[in-house]
């Protein structure tokens, strides 16, 4: 069974880069029938598609709105995928998640990292 666990530091300063790790367990990161996501939720609001990092070839499609700020990237040997969010504001508070995704849509997801940007 897939399983997805998610690390990084709790507390970010405004204006630094965010770095969200999340570390796949059960199934190899390579499965071609797999791509992996990251997702948020802020205090008080919805869930927000933060982008995609597809298996076949490494490329990412990232929420638009985050496009100028987002990455994601893939660790195959150490079976990880990486966010990293540059410039963040407190606005980029939330709870960060990872997910498989499975024919275009989150199958399994760890159970979240809140990350809080303060000074």
């Known amino acids: 069974q897939v399983r997805l666990q998610e690390s990084g530091p709790g507390l970010v300063k405004p204006s630094r880069a965010l770095s969200v790790i999340c570390t796949v367990s059960?199934?190899?990161?390579?499965?071609?029938?797999?791509?992996w996501a990251w997702i948020r939720q802020s205090p008080g609001k919805g869930l927000e598609w933060i982008g995609v990092?597809?298996?076949?070839?490494?490329?990412?499609d990232l929420a638009t709105s985050l496009k100028s700020r987002a990455s994601i990237s893939m660790d195959t040997p150490k079976s990880q995928f990486s966010l990293r969010l540059t410039n963040v504001t407190p606005q980029d508070t939330a709870v960060y998640y990872c997910?498989?995704?499975?024919?275009?849509?989150?199958?399994?997801w760890g159970q979240g990292i809140l990350v809080t940007v303060s000074s």
């Open positions: 059960g199934a190899s990161i390579s499965t071609p029938t797999l791509d």
């Open positions: 997910a498989s995704v499975r024919l275009g849509y989150p199958e399994i």
């Open positions: 990092v597809r298996t076949y070839d490494g490329s990412s």
